[in-house]
């Protein structure tokens, strides 16, 4: 099973008082099963492209992954970091 770690910015779209799990194998996988359970994520994560928007970064086991296909072992933690502007 993969643990999904979210900002509290992302927690207030969903039902979640903890981790998401999910057994995907690939961090797209994972992120479908998010989206698919909480859909108001999916318009904070997703550009209308299904791209990620430019302010979310994705961390396996706490190494940034540049590729949403990138496979995930069992008991793998994924991590949506949400990047925070302001002035």
Same mark, same amino acid.
């Given at each position: 099973?993969?643990?999904?770690?979210?900002?509290?910015q992302?927690? =207030?779209?969903?039902n979640?008082?903890?981790? &998401?799990i999910?057994?995907?194998?690939?961090? *797209?996988? #994972?992120l +479908?099963?998010l989206?698919?359970s909480?859909?108001m994520l999916?318009?904070?994560i997703? =550009?209308?492209?299904?791209?990620?928007?430019? &302010?979310?970064?994705?961390f396996?086991?706490? *190494?940034? #992954?540049? +590729?949403?296909?990138?496979?995930v072992?069992?008991?793998?933690?994924?991590?949506i970091?949400?990047?925070?502007?302001?002035?």
């Open positions: 099973m993969v643990k999904l770690t979210l900002p509290r992302l927690m =207030n779209y969903t979640l008082t903890g981790d &998401f999910s057994e995907a194998t690939t961090i *797209e996988q #994972a +479908d099963d989206v698919q909480h859909p999916k318009a904070q997703y =550009n209308q492209d299904r791209t990620l928007r430019n &302010f979310v970064n994705i396996v086991n706490e *190494e940034m #992954a540049d +590729d949403l296909r990138m496979p072992l069992p008991h793998s933690r994924i991590q970091i949400v990047a925070v502007a302001g002035g």
